[in-house]
């Protein structure tokens, strides 16, 4: 089993900033893709920021410029630094893993419980 767990989530008002952040624990071999996905009010999960083992990042076009997900490999952890928050960044953002079990195949994906950020404006 693997265990993603979120923490960082919290009120702030617009202009500010906050960092989540989602570490990986259990029958891990090594994880590929990670990323953040957020789902406002009365809205559909979106894709917000996904980053490859290697470093190679994808940002959704409302974050560009605002938003930087980064990786420890050796911790399996994901990052996501959230600066000039908006209200329409209200959503709960859940965590996302892509996780092999070995060298010879078998895989996962995995999802955190999700934490709520609310920025006020």
């Known amino acids: 089993q693997v265990q993603l767990v979120e923490s960082g989530g919290g009120s702030v008002q617009a202009g500010g900033s906050l960092t989540l952040s989602c570490a990986a624990s259990?029958?891990?071999?090594?994880?590929?893709?990670m990323g953040w996905y957020r789902q406002g009010p009365r809205k559909q999960r979106e894709l917000v920021a996904a980053?490859?083992?290697?470093?190679?990042?994808n940002y959704a076009d409302s974050v560009k410029g605002r938003f930087t997900i980064s990786r420890d490999n050796a911790k399996n952890t994901v990052y996501l630094q959230m600066n000039s928050l908006k209200p329409e960044d209200t959503a709960v953002y859940y965590c996302?893993?892509?996780?092999?079990?070995?060298?010879?195949?078998?895989?996962?994906?995995?999802w955190g419980q999700g934490t709520q950020v609310t920025v006020s404006s």
């Open positions: 996302n893993a892509l996780v092999y079990f070995s060298a010879y195949g078998g895989t996962g994906d995995y």
């Open positions: 259990g029958s891990i071999f090594t994880i590929n893709a």
């Open positions: 980053i490859t083992r290697g470093g190679s990042t």
